[in-house]
């Protein structure tokens, strides 16, 4: 855990309020895990505000190590932040918590997202996929398609020389983080069916339950719960083999270093941090009903 003042390298709003930010952060860059993530001053507000750290892009010139930011504007916080411009300098103290984990006999990954719960996700398929015998799907679901991560296809880049102030130009309002590791399998869903399947990610879930080794999920409350329901009833024996999958939990958080006691959430294993003992648990660990994100 480290505290540093880091260079903004691009910033775009690539969904309505959803915004991608990338930063020169190489110590975060070089030392994080797929799952922690990173808390940043946000102007004077002493509460600094929690971020998953989304993407991480290793340079040749290792001071240029970045790393991604996928955040909706929620607040004065997150406002102010969307309003940084390329070449402004933020304070970010990280990486924090505890992340994913990656069992080494495991080699079919499911990764299941909710809306911006994408965010940890994404770096997750990244360091899957960064080494040999993983096979990544990543089903995304959201309301309507305008509401889907707008993945291209080109292969992550840096910005190479970011200019104070410069904005991303007509047409390119994509920044180039934006695209999915290679190798990735995506399946996006919608409720409405403008994109994918007209479901939700839970209706589909159970089509990827026999071939994945291990599920990973982010997303809203609601979609854990329906998950944690599909693993009860897996376990009395119903058809729907829901297998044990390790959840990712947005709280609001304090200090984000253990030191406040206001992320504490109630599980089997007793009263846990999500900031220090999180943001990553086992979802049949959790007391649903207890919860209130
Ligand atoms: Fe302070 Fe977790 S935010 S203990």
């Known amino acids: 855990m480290k505290q540093s003042l880091c260079t903004i390298t691009s910033n ?50 290792a001071k240029q190590s970045q790393v991604a930011l996928l955040f909706r504007i929620v607040g004065k916080g997150t406002l102010w932040l969307s309003q940084r411009q390329i070449g402004d300098k933020i304070d970010i103290l990280g990486p924090l918590g505890k992340g994913f984990s990656i069992q080494s006999s495991s080699r079919n990954l499911l990764l299941v997202a909710g809306g911006i719960g994408i965010a940890p996700l994404v770096f997750l398929a990244q360091r899957a996929l960064s080494s040999e015998g993983h096979s990544v799907t990543l089903i995304h679901g959201a309301s309507t398609a305008a509401q889907l991560y707008p993945f291209s296809s080109s292969p992550l880049t840096l910005n190479p020389s970011p200019s104070k102030g410069a904005c991303p130009r007509e047409g390119e309002k994509q920044s180039n983080l934006l695209s999915l590791p290679s190798g990735v399998q995506f399946i996006p869903v919608t409720e409405d069916g403008t994109m994918g399947q007209k479901a939700m990610v839970t209706n589909i879930l159970p089509d990827f339950l026999t071939w994945a080794d291990q599920v990973y999920a982010c997303g809203p409350v609601n ?8 693993l009860a009833t897996s376990l009395e024996g119903n058809k729907v083999k829901m297998k044990k999958c390790q959840v990712s939990l947005e709280v609001r958080m304090g200090c984000g270093i253990g030191a406040c006691y206001g992320c504490t959430i109630e599980t089997k294993k007793g009263l846990k941090k999500v900031c220090r003992d999180g943001p990553v648990f086992e979802l049949d660990d959790i007391m649903w009903e207890e919860v209130r994100i």
Do not use: K, N
């Open 12 to 61: 775009a709003e690539i969904m309505p309020g959803v915004y991608l930010m990338g930063i020169e952060a190489p110590d975060v860059a070089t030392s994080a895990q797929p799952g922690q993530f990173i808390t940043v001053r946000c102007e004077d507000f002493i509460l600094r505000r929690p971020f998953s750290i989304h993407q991480i892009v290793i340079a040749s010139e």
């Open 223 to 230: 979609m854990y719960r329906a998950m944690a329901r599909m």
